[in-house]
Structure formats: C-alpha cells, structure tokens
T-cell receptor, first 115, second 117 residues
Framework: DARVTQTPRHKVTEMGQEVTMRCQPI?????VFWYRQTMMQGLELLAY????????DSGMPKDRFSAEMPDATLATLKIQPSEPRDSAVYFC?????????????FGPGTRLTVT | AQKVTQAQTEISVVEKEDVTLDCVYE???????LFWYKQPPSGELVFLIR??????QNEISGRYSWNFQKSTSSFNFTITASQVVDSAVYFC??????????????FGTGTKLQVIP
C-alpha cells in the first residue's frame, strides 16, 4: 500500500531557528504539493511541483520559506528563520494526473510548533 | 476565482443515524473536478472520491453516497447508518482544469462530524 511519507512528524523549535521538513512522494507520482493547515486559515496551498519543477509557489512567504525537489523521491520545505506564526501542520501530497486531473494523496503531516 | 463553501462547521449525530454534509462551489469553468477528503483524528487526509463536471451520476460506495447537482452547484455527501469511526473532519474541494494542466485545488473549511455512540 503506497503512501506519502513525511518527516519529522512533530517538530518543536525556537523562534529564529531553521526548520526543514521532508516528503517522499509515492513512487511514480510526478506532482507534489505542500499545504499548511491552521485553525484560522484552513488548508492553504504553499507550493506545487510537477516533474520536480516548481509551477506555483505564490502561496508561500518568499522571504523565509523555500521549497525544492532535489530528486524525484524527495521534496523539502524549509523555513528560515522560523516564527511563532509558522506553527501549523504542514502536509505534503503527491499525485499523478490521470484523465487530466490531479488526484492528491496526502502524507501524515508535520506538526510544527515554534516557540 | 474558485470557491468552496461548507456551511456546516460541526455536526453531531447519534450512531446509526444518516447524515448529509453540504458542499457548494463556485467556478467559471465548464470543466472542473470535485473531491471529498476525510481527516480523522489521526490527522491524515484521506481521499474519498473525485467527480468531474460532466458526470452528474450519483455514486454510492457502501454507506457513502454523493449527490452532484450542477444546477445548484452542490456536491453533497451522505453517510448512511453512521458509525463512530466516521467521526472526522470532511473537506470538499474543487479543481479547475485550464488548458496546460495546472489545476489548483481549493479546499472548503471542512465540516467536523461527531458520531455519538
């Protein structure tokens, strides 16, 4: 049963520290999404990759957030420096367009707490 | 711009009752896709169903059924004979399908369903 994996599952850090979250998409999936979920904003799309190329990162604060896909099996989301308002659950999702649509499969999320 | 509205923030039902979760969407496109996801207390988002705008046939999968009505821009989700394991937050989502293939998915705010034993 193929699944998206994310590490770490939980992260507590102090304001100003760098945070790196990792995602391994399902083998064969060529699209990767990063979402942030908070009580106030719900699910927000941060970045979208297709075939490792970033297609949309308009939802991401550029000054402190960066997303990359060094290879087809790894996507990273980095926050530097982190701030308390970044506390949220960060989800990675992967998909493979079939019949012209992205069906997204989500990982378990990384719960980030910035103190 | 696309928008998804889930007006019901929280619903509580007693086990074995039927429950319908409402979803209303807005889009200018004639081709689009609708989804439902389940987020149990464990936190993971689980894909339930996808529907494209050209297929208004209702779908049933076990105790789950979905009613797609283009005339009212609604894609409602009914759970029959609810069970405690159905307790979760349910998200409706919409994806437009512009030429070139980039489809941003917009999620509703979710409906928290609590099934009481």
């Amino acid at each position: 049963d193929a699944r998206v994996t994310q590490t770490p599952r939980h992260k507590v850090t102090e304001m100003g520290q760098e945070v790196t979250m990792r995602c391994q998409p399902i083998l064969g999936h060529n699209t990767v999404f990063w979402y942030r979920q908070t009580m106030m904003q719900g699910l927000e799309l941060l970045a979208y990759f297709r075939n490792r190329a970033p297609l949309d990162d308009s939802g991401m604060p550029k000054d402190r957030f960066s997303a990359e896909m060094p290879d087809a099996t790894l996507a990273t989301l980095k926050i530097q420096p982190s701030e308390p308002r970044d506390s949220a659950v960060y989800f990675c999702a992967s998909g493979r367009p079939t019949s012209g649509v992205n069906e997204q499969y989500f990982g378990p999320g990384t719960r980030l707490t910035v103190t | 711009a696309q928008k998804v509205t889930q007006a019901q923030t929280e619903i509580s039902v007693v086990e074995k009752e039927d429950v319908t979760l409402d979803c209303v969407y807005e889009t200018r496109d004639t081709t689009y896709y609708l989804f439902w996801y389940k987020q149990p207390p464990s936190g993971e988002l689980v894909f339930l169903i996808r529907r494209n705008s050209f297929d208004e046939q209702n779908e049933i999968s076990g105790r789950y059924s979905w009613n797609f009505q283009k005339s009212t821009s609604s894609f409602n989700f009914t759970i029959t004979a609810s069970q405690v394991v159905d307790s979760a937050v349910y998200f409706c989502a919409l994806s437009e399908a512009p030429p070139g293939g980039y489809q941003k998915v917009t999620f509703g705010t979710g409906t928290k369903l609590q099934v009481i034993p």
